[in-house]
């Protein structure tokens, strides 16, 4: 028999530089922003603030590529330190802009102080947009939505 021992790659750390530059390949169209988190805080790694909806309910954050691109990795980050909640959001992608495919559905549980890193491979090309949809507390109570961070590849 024939052995081989391979170093794990699913948890290796991306490079800066393999980070796509959402400011210059792409415009974001937002359903509501805090003033004072706006959505360009989430595509900056290292900083606190993050996006923040200015009301609570759904709310849909969509990026427009100005060239269609191939992605193959999406890392989002939600923080929440103050409310118990269950959460829910959907990632979608749609190669015109028009008609988007669900890539992900996904539920958790936040119990303050939390932090849920998603970290997802994928193998999509000729992305146009890239859509998420959260919903910030399943149960209807009022809360509003977040992202900490997003970042592609």
Known sequence: MRKRITAPTANAPRQENEWLDLDKIAQVEISSEHPANPVEHAFMPGLDSGWLAAQSGEQ??????????????????????????????????????????????????????????????????????????????????????????LRLA
Not at 68 to 88: A, C, G, M, S, Y
Not at 94 to 121: H, K, M
Request: charged share 25%; no cysteine; net charge negative.
């Open 60 to 149: 849909t954050l969509r990026l427009l590529f100005d060239e269609p691109l191939k992605l193959k990795h999406i890392r989002l980050v939600f923080v929440e330190n103050n409310h118990r909640r269950t959460q829910e959001f959907v990632l979608r992608w749609s190669a015109d802009g028009a008609a988007f495919r669900e890539i992900l559905r996904q539920q958790y549980n936040f119990n303050p102080p939390a932090t849920e890193v998603e970290e997802y491979d994928v193998n999509l090309a000729g992305v146009a947009a890239l859509e998420l949809k959260i919903v910030p507390d399943i149960g209807g109570a009022a809360a509003n939505a977040s992202l900490a961070e």
